[in-house]
């Protein structure tokens, strides 16, 4: 069930319902999501499954300090140091992002050519009149 604030009046027509909606994205991504609000002066690379019970599920997630010697001296990772890469977690840049986008490569990712399904729908649905034809 979604979501709402008590009281609130919900504006939206019959077949909008509440009750069989799901969230779209994976643990791991909300874990490397909180990590980055609560570490916001480091990069999140990735994360991996560690454990779970019955209630939780637990996750490691990598974090880089930008600002150290050895990371931006290291040619392998000092690509992170980039102001671009502030809080890729947020953007859906890291591993478990990316497939909760549906971003990858073969014939099962052909709804997200073009960055993203939104993308591929309007590029698929947009009548393109060039002037000279």
């Known amino acids: 069930k979604q979501w709402y604030q008590r009281r609130v009046v919900i504006t939206a027509g019959k077949t909008s319902g509440v009750n069989q909606l799901k969230f779209q994205r994976s643990i791991q991504s909300v874990a490397e999501e909180r990590v980055g609000k609560a570490c916001g002066g480091l990069r999140v690379l990735n994360s991996y499954w560690v454990g779970q019970d019955a209630v939780y599920k637990y996750y490691e997630v990598i974090c880089i300090d930008p600002n150290?010697?050895?990371?931006?001296?290291?040619?392998?990772?000092?690509?992170?140091?980039?102001?671009?890469?502030?809080?890729?977690?947020?953007?859906?840049?890291?591993?478990?992002?990316?497939?909760?986008?549906?971003?990858?490569?073969?014939?099962?990712?052909?709804?997200?050519?073009?960055?993203?399904?939104?993308?591929?729908?309007?590029?698929?649905?947009?009548l393109s009149l060039p002037r000279y034809r």
Request: glycine fraction near 12%.
């Open 68 to 126: 150290h010697k050895a990371v931006r001296r290291d040619p392998r990772i000092n690509w992170i140091c980039g102001a671009v890469h502030k809080h890729r977690e947020m953007r859906g840049l890291t591993s478990a992002g990316k497939k909760n986008r549906g971003l990858g490569k073969g014939h099962r990712y052909t709804k997200v050519i073009g960055s993203s399904r939104r993308a591929n729908w309007k590029r698929k649905n947009t």
